[in-house]
């Protein structure tokens, strides 16, 4: 469902009340959840007020200052970062590499979707100011999408393969959504592809990009075994 007020970039006249509004959509969702989704949106919402430059739709905060933000460690900043990439919420405008660090940009339409069923929560004013009015003559464009995963589990290939989703939906479908975690032992990880030639082509094509995206959420994995399902 898309609300007049997704069309409002949050600057502006309008600001405060896009603002005001996406704070209140997501707290009422967090409310309604469980322990570790309330903790998750918390954090979220912290990491928002913050630190987002709503201007220029940008996020480039550095892990060890999330870190300090929530009052964690750094492990636990690399783990929810993966979950909001999966969830929608964070897309990255720019990978952070030599010493820079990653720019995030939210997406408003996603956290539009997934707060929707709290605005009556809210109140029937916020529920009726958040409803669309019907667009006249106009056709949606579908596109299909592929699921992401489920990252609930919180291990570090649940939590990559959520990074590698949210990079390009096309190879994750072809090639990393059908990898199976084996074990780990001590800093290596293996994965299960469902034929040779699965694991093939991901060992030759493909290493790079699934080790970042491994690395991005654990880095005390240093080495990746891709074996035959048996």
């Known amino acids: 469902m898309q609300s007049p007020i997704h069309a409002v970039r949050p600057v502006g006249r309008n600001a405060a009340t896009v603002k005001y509004d996406l704070i209140t959509a997501l707290g009422a969702m967090a409310l309604a959840s469980d322990k570790h989704d309330q903790r998750l949106v918390l954090r979220f919402i912290t990491l928002l007020t913050a630190r ?19 009052s964690v460690d750094e492990r636990t900043v690399k783990r929810d970062m993966a979950k909001l990439r999966a969830l929608g919420w964070l897309i990255v405008k720019r990978q952070g590499a030599r010493g820079r660090v990653s720019q995030y940009k939210v997406d408003l339409d996603a956290l539009w979707r997934a707060t929707e069923a709290s605005w009556p929560a809210v109140g029937p004013d916020f529920e009726l100011r958040m409803s669309p009015q019907p667009a006249p003559n106009v056709v949606p464009l579908r596109t299909a999408q592929v699921a992401a995963p489920n990252v609930q589990d ?20 072809a090639w990393f959504q059908g990898l199976r975690r084996v074990e780990r032992q001590g800093a290596q990880l293996t994965l299960a592809a469902p034929s040779r030639f699965h694991a093939s082509y991901v060992l030759s094509h493909l290493m790079g990009r699934l080790s970042a995206a491994v690395s991005a959420v654990d880095d005390t994995v240093t080495d990746i075994r891709i074996i035959e399902a048996v």
Not at 56 to 68: D, F, S, T
Request: proline fraction near 0%; hydrophobic fraction near 40%.
């Open 52 to 70: 987002y430059n709503w201007a220029r739709e940008e996020l480039a905060c550095g892990q060890r200052e999330i870190a300090r933000l929530w």
């Open 154 to 173: 919180g291990t570090e290939w649940s939590l990559a393969q959520a990074v590698l989703h949210q990079e390009d939906q096309g190879t994750f479908a």
